[in-house]
C-alpha cells in the first residue's frame, strides 16, 4: 500500500512532514489573516469606540457605530479561529523537531482564543445596552451609558489578559524555528524577545499604568517586527530546504556492503 503523502498525513515520530513548505504558506495565510482581523479588531474598532473614562462619550460612539462593532465583533472571531488554525498548521510543520515544545507552543493559543472569543460577547453586549432603548428605561440614560462602559472596560482588560498567552505562543515557536534549521536562527531569537515584550507590556499595564501608556508603543516594536518577519517568511520563502549535510550524514551511517562482515 502507497503511503499517505498529502499535506497534512501524520508522519513518524521525529519524521518531517511530506511538504513542509506548502505546510508553511498554508500556515503564512492564516498568519496573515490572524494580523489583518486582529489589527483591525484590537488596533482599530477597540480604542475607536472605547473612551476611557467617560461614558456618555462611549455609548454615543457605540451607538453611532452599531455596524461597525458588529464588524469588530466578527474580526475577533475570525481572528480566534485563524489563530488556531496557524497553531495546528505550524504544529504539523515544526512537531518532528520537538513534540512537547510544539504542544507548548498550541496550548496558549487555545486558552488566547477563548479569551479573544469571550472578550467579542462583551463587546457585543455594550452594542445592546447602546442601542435597544429598553436598557435606558431600565437603568436610565446615565446608569445605561455607565453599562456600556463597563462592558467595553472588560473587554478591554479581557483582551489584554490574552496578551499573556499572546506572547506565551511564540517562546516554543521562536525555539522551534531556531532548532529546525527550517528558517533564519534570528528569526528564532526575535519571536522568543517577543514573549518578553509581551510579558513585559501586560505587567506594566496592570501595575504601573501610568508607565504603560509612555512605553506600550515602544515594547510592540519588538513583536511587531518578529511577527511580520515571520508571516512574510512564511508566505515567500515557505522554509528553508534540509541541508546537503544533513542528508549526507545519514547516507553515511546506513551501512555499506563493504563493511558487511563475512563469517
Not at 519524521?15 to 506548502?22: L, N, Q
Amino acid at each position: 500500500m502507497k503511503p499517505a503523502n498529502g499535506v497534512f498525513s501524520e508522519q513518524p515520530s521525529g519524521v518531517a512532514p511530506a511538504s513542509p513548505k506548502r505546510l508553511a504558506r498554508i500556515a503564512g495565510i492564516f498568519y496573515l489573516v490572524v494580523g489583518i482581523t486582529g489589527g483591525f479588531s484590537e488596533g482599530f474598532v477597540d480604542p475607536f469606540l472605547h473612551v476611557a473614562g467617560d461614558a456618555d462619550a462611549t455609548s454615543a460612539k457605540v451607538a453611532a457605530n452599531e455596524s461597525l462593532m458588529r464588524v469588530g465583533v466578527l474580526a475577533h472571531l475570525t481572528d480566534a479561529v485563524f489563530f488556531l488554525l496557524t497553531a495546528v498548521t505550524l504544529y504539523v510543520l515544526l512537531k518532528h523537531v520537538g513534540k512537547h515544545a510544539a504542544r507548548l507552543m498550541v496550548v496558549p493559543v487555545f486558552i488566547a482564543a477563548g479569551i479573544i472569543s469571550i472578550s467579542a460577547v462583551f463587546t457585543f453586549a455594550a452594542m445592546l445596552v447602546a442601542t435597544d432603548g429598553s436598557y435606558a428605561t431600565a437603568f436610565g440614560p446615565a446608569g445605561s451609558s455607565t453599562l456600556v462602559l463597563l462592558l467595553l472596560e472588560i473587554q478591554h482588560f479581557t483582551v489584554l489578559a490574552a496578551q499573556v498567552f499572546f506572547g506565551l505562543w511564540l517562546a516554543p515557536l521562536g525555539y522551534l524555528a531556531f532548532k529546525s534549521g527550517l528558517f533564519p536562527k534570528a528569526l528564532g531569537i526575535m519571536l522568543i524577545l517577543a514573549t518578553v515584550s509581551y510579558l513585559v507590556d501586560v505587567v506594566v499595564a496592570f501595575l504601573l499604568p501610568g508607565l504603560a501608556v509612555q512605553i506600550h508603543v515602544y515594547l510592540g516594536i519588538v513583536p511587531a517586527i518578529a511577527e511580520i518577519w515571520m508571516v512574510l517568511y512564511l508566505l515567500i520563502v515557505g522554509v528553508r530546504s534540509p541541508h546537503r549535510t544533513d542528508r549526507a550524514s545519514t547516507v553515511e551511517a546506513l551501512p555499506s556492503p563493504s563493511r558487511v562482515e563475512t563469517p
